[in-house]
């Protein structure tokens, strides 16, 4: 499929001011940015008026469970101009689940990203990735490691410091899914889980000096959450 995109102002995402040209784009791939392209098209769009850039990127968006469940996930994303978005943020994610602990994970992430299927109780990240690559998505998704779940699937929501061998399952969660494609983890210092010490220790998994550090520096925050938290 060819596409040409003429007399559009082109903002080419490097900050540079927009500027007057055509666009031709070849299936996923723009083969050229010039001033009055002439060239052959199967569909040539008149975006006279119209700002052209390259898609946008939402780091901070809570659509883990709808890219999943929702039959026109993609629809409003695209429509804004959105062509990658990323999940797991503020410590929230679908999983992991373990029966044991499935019923509070749903209880903890349904405010923010809707009832969570039974179908959707997985314990491995690559599980989700193939769940999504089964949908028909119209953009990318990417997912951090949501700690406030890995942290209620290990550990529920009690004050009783993980045992090692608890420490052990978080870190194995953590390595396989970041080694599946994850991004590092994610967490929100105001929601109830977040505040139960001692997560922070569960990253990274082979360091234990930047583990530390961690565990350091994350109770201090929480200390005064509000106003780190917007620096
Ligand atoms: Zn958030």
Not at 81 to 104: D, H, K, M, W, Y
Not at 201 to 225: E, H, I, N
Request: aromatic share 6%; net charge negative; charged share 20%.
């Amino acid at each position: 499929m060819r596409t040409l995109i003429r007399n559009g102002v082109v903002y080419d995402g490097t900050g540079a001011p927009g500027f007057a040209a055509d666009v031709l784009v070849q299936d996923d791939t723009i083969e050229a940015v010039a001033p009055e392209l002439d060239a052959e098209a199967d569909e040539i769009l008149d975006e006279a008026g119209m700002a052209v850039t390259p898609g946008f990127i939402d780091t901070h968006r809570h659509c883990d469970t709808a890219a999943l469940v929702d039959p026109d996930f993609g629809r409003i994303e695209t429509a804004q101009g959105l062509t990658t978005i990323i999940g797991g943020n503020c410590g929230l994610a679908p999983l992991p689940v373990r029966p044991e602990t499935a019923r509070q994970i749903s209880d903890y992430i349904e405010p923010c990203l809707g009832p969570t299927p039974e179908t959707m109780q997985m314990a491995h990240f690559p599980e989700y990735l193939d769940a999504l690559d089964k949908t028909d998505k119209p953009l990318n998704i990417g997912s951090y490691v949501g700690i406030g779940t890995l942290r209620a699937c290990v550990k529920g929501y009690g004050r009783a410091p993980f045992t090692p061998a608890e420490l052990d399952w978080a870190r194995g969660y953590i390595s396989e899914a970041m080694q599946a494609g994850a991004t590092p983890p994610a967490r929100n210092l105001f929601h109830s889980s977040a505040r139960r010490p001692p997560m922070a220790v569960c990253w990274p998994p082979t360091s234990a000096a930047r583990g530390t550090t961690l565990c350091q520096v994350w109770p201090r925050l929480l200390k005064s959450p509000r106003k780190r938290a917007c620096r």
